[in-house]
């Protein structure tokens, strides 16, 4: 009963640093995206898959790298940390079939900290 | 998505009913109303969802005005643990656009013993 899995819980880096957060899910969702929250501010929206192999831009793509080669992951890379990328990312998962259930699923988060 | 307005927060005493209003003018026609909420920065909380119909829940009821252009989820006998940021979201429920959620600034729900 696992759902959506996001590691690290928490990660600091320095500036220029690379890393991967991971998002995995077990429920056999298509669609998956990973949203950033700053602090005071709704979720916007950085990148989403719609299905293994596709993947497009959301609202603030840039800084950010995905790939979706499985159907239940969905990695975010950081290409090289800035401190404006401080922030806590949510991944989230949701079903393709159904109109009747299309509530997405989120995971726990992400706090990220770039010095 | 069409662009959905609320209020920046609200009180209720515990036990009462919360009624958290949101307007969405601009709604189309195929773009459902989605409530979520959001605990503590935990990751957000999917409540209820409807498109012209209203709908109840084991959470909450959710209250479509006859030209779809604003709601009102309702908490009927809120708790402390209500206490969260709720979002109003209207978005597609299929094609391409499925599965973004266009989140707003929301409503601060505080729940008062």
């Known amino acids: 009963n696992a759902g959506v899995t996001q590691t690290p819980k928490f990660q600091v880096l320095k500036t220029g640093q690379s890393m991967t957060l991971q998002c995995a899910q077990d429920m056999n969702h298509e669609y998956m995206s990973w949203y950033r929250q700053d602090p005071g501010m709704g979720l916007r929206l950085i990148h989403y898959s719609v299905g293994a192999g596709i993947t497009d831009q959301g609202e603030v793509p840039n800084g950010y790298n995905v790939s979706r080669s499985t159907t239940e992951d969905f990695p975010l890379r950081l290409l090289s940390a800035a401190p404006s990328q401080t922030s806590v990312y949510f991944c989230a998962s949701r079903p393709r079939t159904n109109p009747y259930r299309t509530e997405a699923f989120f995971g726990q988060g992400t706090r990220l900290t770039v010095v | 998505d069409a662009k959905t307005t609320q209020p920046p927060s609200m009180d209720c005493a515990e036990g009462r009913a919360a009624n958290l209003p949101c307007n969405h003018s601009?709604?189309?026609?195929?773009?459902?109303v989605y409530w979520y909420r959001q605990i503590h920065s935990q990751g957000p909380q999917y409540i209820i969802h409807g498109l012209k119909n209203n709908e109840t829940n084991e959470m909450a009821s959710l209250i479509i005005t006859e030209d779809r252009k604003s709601s009102t989820l309702i908490l009927p006998h809120a708790t402390l643990r209500d206490t969260a940021v709720y979002y109003c979201?209207?978005?597609?429920?299929?094609?391409?656009?499925?599965?973004?959620?266009?989140f707003g600034q929301g409503t601060i729900l505080t729940v008062h013993p």
């Open positions: 601009t709604i189309s026609g195929n773009e459902y």
């Open positions: 979201i209207a978005a597609f429920a299929g094609g391409t656009s499925y599965g973004k959620l266009t």
